[in-house]
């Protein structure tokens, strides 16, 4: 078994046996989106304004409340061929009040299992995991953005499978005993919102031995999005009319990577609107493949931008 597909098993954020209501998921998937590997003191802001932007929900401080208190107290268990492991994840939750900040410090064993779930998604998959409403959708995003690069799931046992989602309790009661219910209640909801709102095509396959389900695979496919949805993963302080916050700093991200670092290109397509969406919506097409510019993305986006000529465009230099 190759080491990459082991570490996708033994992910505790995928395949831990926990359950998650719909507003820890997206607490859960924004502060996956906060994570710097050179934050040494593991604490990060989650400001609420901004989820809510993101989401387009509105968070009650009550349920945010109880909300963390669940998931700092809930324990993640971790299984690989030599050791069982429970794992939690914050070290403490500070509110600051009148600010709409969540202050988490995160425990110092968790953070090699989030920084692993964080490197198989991109900005826009975990925006698009936000946009799901159904938590099952987001539970299953999740396990088929771990194998997309394979083109189909492992063979989950059905009762695990269950149980990953928080539909079977360790003395084996079920919420859902008819297959009927469980396939419209959470696998059909989940397959067409996935499909509606990310990057991934799914769909799923049960398997039957005799006449009792067994084991159900999903088929993940990528395809492009119906829209850009930037997402903001470095604060600024720039303010561009016409432009959100989030947009403008998702673009200036997006240079960076494209080691785009002239100041007077850079100065031109930040100050204005029209650029800033042209960077977001050229990015998306890259990351979906609808644009092919593995030798010189970064020129190639001058080009479009009418910045530089066709003939003339070099790649740009660290």
Known sequence: ???????????????????????????????????????????????????????????????????????????????????????WMFQRVDYLLGQGIIEIKLTEDITPYLFDLKENFTSYELASALRLT??????????????????????????????????????????????????????????????????????????????????????????ALAETIPFDLVATAQNVPGVQQSHYDNAARVLDELRITDVKHRQTILTSAAHVAEVNRYNHDLKTGKVKASRNPGGLLLVKLGLVAAKTAKAPTA
């Not at 309790?169 to 209640?185: A, H, Y």
């Not at 909801?189 to 084991?215: D, G, M, W």
């Open 1 to 87: 078994m190759s080491k990459e597909i082991e570490i996708r098993q033994h992910n505790a954020l995928t395949n831990a046996r926990y359950e998650y209501t719909e507003i820890q998921l997206d607490l859960l998937f924004f502060l996956l989106s906060k994570l710097r590997k050179d934050q040494q003191d593991r604490v990060y802001e989650l400001n609420i304004k901004d989820l809510s932007l993101l989401t387009g929900k509105k968070y009650n401080a009550a349920y945010l409340h109880k909300a963390t208190s669940d998931m700092g107290s809930r324990v993640f268990e971790v299984q690989t061929e030599t050791r069982y492991r429970q794992l």
């Open 134 to 223: 159904s938590k099952y959708a987001k539970r299953i995003y999740q396990y088929c953005s771990q194998w997309k690069d394979q083109g189909e799931t492992k063979k989950y046992d059905i009762q695990d499978f269950k149980q990953m989602l928080g539909l079977l309790d360790d003395k084996g009661n079920e919420k859902m005993l008819r297959i009927s219910d469980f396939r419209e209640s959470v696998l059909d909801v989940a397959v067409k919102q996935i499909n509606e709102h990310t990057e991934l095509n799914i769909s799923y396959k049960l398997e039957k031995r005799v006449r009792t389900y067994t084991h159900i695979v999903f088929t993940v496919k990528p395809q």
